[in-house]
């Protein structure tokens, strides 16, 4: 063992499967499906006590899908499609959560699934060509392959406030939400004002009894204009539901909505304006496509008419004038960091007596006391703390599963300059390892099911094609590896995303390595990189037949 002395997995008598997957969450289940379909025995690890992933463990007050819910689903099953019935023009978590209970238990996956286990270490052994997993029940597994389906947003970030141990009040993560929590009448506290806050806010100061939200960096939220679907919008949206996947698999951001393909320098200021209100009205992602999504990322100038105009909506929303202003974003470019959308009145919260708006940029978070939050000003008296700051993304919970592959490196020391994946499937070193929706894929750039679709799809027929061709192990070039990140920085670097500290780039974490982690090129663009790859004999990857010499060297 050359770079770990602790072995990831103690030696006892393990069990002989083909495949381990963890998580039980869009990508595990279909994975899950997929395989078991082509006759692997397939054994599914997950945390929780149920399936759902994000949406088991995000169950907080408002909680709810960004995508629309018609193509925030499975597209692979038209049983499923049938039988699924969606109320609302965005899915409420629990509503989410009930649909992938449904799907695990239309698709029978429940029996190759163990619920309250989590994985404490995995390691390829080089003799055997296989994977030895271990679990924190003290059972071992040995499998060819090792496949992850941990999600990207899923190891809740906390940040390290002094003296949170001397709070005496409650505090939750929001990415930790208990069944159930009482705020009626209670002095809350809410840190930060992402996504996940945005839904939140609204509906804390409807139960609290006085909500502060300790704000550091302003945001874009978009009307996402929700309502419920009715019965002839939904049949119109059955009949059309093999162009609707066609057009969301072959765009840009997995959605299958019209884009003006204008960029804003060649219309007038009227036009502009024309083109942002129609957008404004249809709401959520629709308004990214204002002008071309990629152009509006990319094109400063562009960008800049499109902040503006959030901006003065936002000044028209908010009441007081100090806090429009302290609400106004203008620290970034709107969409280098991802748009959060607004559901219900997020701005005009802001308006109620009973809710306070603080600037924690201006005064920062010194320490938490027994009663509350003491800023570098002022002291709030608080019975209840709500941590809405977000997840370690796209490596934290792929880390956390303590992988070794060749020689006993670890991914976190294989990492230690930020992730390295070839096409975000597969890692040097790591032979039979797969990463559904890892670092260097689009996954969070797009609506997720449609990424998740498309990886869990190109992983089975590569392992369709190793069964076929009779090879042991899969694994990528170090050479292609390489070239990989360099595309995916080069293609972060020619759009406006360096300009916000956020998520995408590690910046939310304090001491993690900065790269940019999600391919920005589009799923359409990657979708042809990934055939064009698996076409050419899965060029960039190496194949060898079970300890042989290399078969194919590409
Ligand atoms: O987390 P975030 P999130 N002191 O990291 C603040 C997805 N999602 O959970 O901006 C004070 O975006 C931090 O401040 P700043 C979606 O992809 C999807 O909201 O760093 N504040 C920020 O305001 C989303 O992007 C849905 O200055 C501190 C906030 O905490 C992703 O999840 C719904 C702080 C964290 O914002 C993450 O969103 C909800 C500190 N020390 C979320 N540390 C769907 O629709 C952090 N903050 C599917």
New binding site residues.
Partial sequence: MSHDESPAVEATEATDIDAVIVGAGFSGLYMLHRLRELGLSVRVYEKGNGVGG?WYW?RYPG?????ESHIYCYSFSDDILDEWEWSERYPEQPEILEYLQFAADHLELRRDIEFNTEITGAEFDEASETWTVATDDGERVSSQFFISAVGC?SEP?L?D?DGLDDFEGEWYH??RWPESVDLEGKRVGV?????????LIPEVAERAGHLSV????P?YAVPARNRPLNDEEYEEIRENYDEIWSEARDSRLGMPFDTEHNSARQLSEEEIHEALEKRWQQGGFRFLHAFEPGHTLSNAETNEIVSEFIRDKIREKVDDPDDAESLVPTSHPYGA??P??DYNGYYETYNRDDVRLVD??DA??TTFTADGIQTETDHYDLDVVIF????D?MTGALLELDIQGRDGLSISEKWNAGPRTYLGLGISGFPNLFTITGPQSPS?LTN?PMAIEQHVEWITDCIEHMQREGYQTIEPTEESESQWVSQTNMLADNMLFSEA???YRGA?VPGKEQVFTPFPGGLDMYRDICDRVAEDDYDGFELRRASDAPVAEQ
């Fill in positions: 994000t995000n909680a709810r899908c960004d995508s947003l970030f940040p406030f929001t990415a840190i930060g004002t992402g996504s996940t806050g945005i839904q300790l704000q550091r960096t945001n960091k991802r959060p959308m924690v940029d920062p978070i809405a700051t977000g997840f993304a969070v997720m500290e956020s998520w939310n």
